[in-house]
């Protein structure tokens, strides 16, 4: 038996978001990057109570998907918010579920049918 589905396609970059963005400790470090901050691995590690090693591999993470960005600077590695991709991974992920789950008209709303 074959049953039809109308299956979402999701970009790489909304499917990045996506895994980057399914860890509350992940959500809660991407708090720490509001407003154009740009911070270290250490300075991470110390604000979170995280260790260095488990900080990392989320920052890796966040970079992958689509997230954070970073740069280097002699043996310094600093992380910020990447806006431009993070908008356009919403603007996928917000395409791709309004392509299979409209919302409802104006009409449909109003009518007090729940």
Known sequence: MTMATNAI???GEARGFLKA?????????MELFAGG???????VAERMSLAQSATSTHLATL?????????????TV???ADPARI????????????ACCPPPSEAEAGCGCD
């Open 9 to 11: 396609e999701l970009s």
């Open 21 to 29: 963005m399914a860890s509350e400790t992940r959500q809660q470090i």
């Open 37 to 43: 901050v740009e911070l270290t691995v250490g300075e």
């Open 63 to 75: 970079r992958d998907g689509g997230v954070l960005t970073s740069r280097r600077e002699w043996k």
């Open 78 to 80: 600093y992380y910020r």
């Open 87 to 98: 908008g356009k991974a919403l603007s996928d992920l917000q395409a791709s579920l309004a």
